[in-house]
């Protein structure tokens, strides 16, 4: 078979598609982010507003890169899409920090409170990692 016909085929467009490996890197990421915090949460008792946000940002280079390489397929200068990164990450921590711990007292607790945290990053961070922190013309041009 024609390497070029699974590109042009419906699966290989879909799994060629910027959004579709930007979740499934997403959802790697989300589990390193997790068990880093249910280990600092649950083993270590660290107090949940600073276990969330250490997590979140100890998971800050595990994401970059394979987004990065993997996701975006992005030639843009380190530099620049590093610190684009950083900006972007420092808003998430405040955001995720503050639904985490809203939500901690309600039945779902701080798991369920991730879970929402992590749906509405997931939509905003695919857009600015698209047209900000890792444009390029290579990796907008080609979805």
Known sequence: ??????ERSPFGRLIRHSASRY???GGLAFLVDVGILALLRNILEWPLW????????VSFFFTYTIQRLFSFESTAAH?????????????NTVAVVIIVTAINPTPIGWLGGKVIATVMSTVWNYFAYRYWVFADSHSTTKD
């Open 23 to 25: 979740l499934f890197a």
């Open 1 to 6: 078979m024609d390497d070029g016909a699974t």
């Open 50 to 57: 600073l276990a969330t946000g250490v997590a979140f940002v």
């Open 79 to 91: 530099g620049g899409a590093l610190f684009r990164y950083a900006v972007l990450v420092g808003f």
